[in-house]
């Protein structure tokens, strides 16, 4: 039976891959710095896609070199191979960079850009040898915007995707940059954003995201965007010239 890891299951985009993967048929690897809600959602993958599953869960604060490496360990190991990979493990910062620590800065760079670098260099051997794989990437819309740290780890994540699924050609192993807008998860709560005027038509189910991501990684696309709202969004924001999204982005934030 096939095996996924997944980072930041516990809620939102990571947790709707995890029920998916699962209904799949596919064991789990959980990672999260959080055991106890680790076990919890573990407990109910199990309860509801039945005991058969394999679900192991792999405590790791992934702002933390060391733990990175232990969950990159666990991505080597031929004996229990990994064929899918989900680097979705963030969180946002609610002030502006001058207002905010460098080192939860440096935190957020550390989650965002160096464990999805260490986990996926990590995977990708195995996967080629056998020949077969899918590397999942959470990004974000706010990658084409300027929106400090976070706007720019995203963009990293976006275009390193690009490159690896170019790198990846030929090899039966895929790479997607999904990149979402506005989710309904508890992202933006434990970010203390307040989102309380963003319109309805704007907001999308986690569910739903992960839909599109599968259909795009079956019909070979690297980037995943879900809802027209945000397929019209990503294209004016990858054309349109820099100094008007800039602007855009300012207002944005105002």
């Not at 997944?6 to 799949?24: D, M, N, V």
């Not at 080192?103 to 260099?121: F, G, M, P, S, Y």
């Not at 795009?216 to 010239?241: F, W």
Request: glycine share 10%; hydrophobic share 45%.
């Amino acid at each position: 039976m096939a095996t996924a890891l997944i980072t930041g299951p516990t809620a939102g985009i990571g947790r709707a891959f995890a029920e998916a993967l699962a209904a799949k048929g596919m064991n789990l690897v959980l990672v999260s710095r959080d055991a106890g809600r680790l076990e919890q959602v573990a407990a109910q993958i199990r309860d509801s896609q039945g005991s058969h599953l394999q679900i192991e869960v792999l405590p790791a604060d992934l702002s933390d070199r060391g733990q990175i490496d232990r969950v990159a360990d666990r991505l080597r190991d031929p004996k229990r191979p990994v064929q899918v990979l989900v680097n979705n493990a963030g969180f946002g910062l609610v002030r502006g960079f001058g207002e905010t620590e460098i080192d939860q800065e440096q935190q957020l760079l550390d989650v965002l850009v160096t464990a999805v670098l260490r986990l996926t260099h990590a995977a990708v051997p195995g996967m080629v040898t056998r020949g077969k794989g899918v590397i999942f990437n959470v990004s974000s819309v706010a990658g084409w915007i300027t929106g400090s740290t976070y706007s720019a780890a995203k963009s990293w994540v976006t275009v390193f995707t690009e490159g690896l699924a170019q790198d990846l050609s030929g090899t039966g192993v895929r790479a997607v940059a999904v990149c979402p807008g506005y989710v309904r998860t508890e992202f933006h709560e434990r970010a203390d954003m307040d989102v309380a005027e963003v319109p309805a038509w704007m907001w999308l189910e986690a569910a739903d995201v992960v839909a599109q991501a599968f259909r795009d990684a079956e019909q070979g696309r690297v980037i995943s965007v879900t809802g027209p709202q945000y397929k019209a969004m990503a294209t004016i924001l990858q054309h349109a010239p820099r100094p008007l999204v800039r602007l855009a982005s300012r207002s944005r934030g105002r």
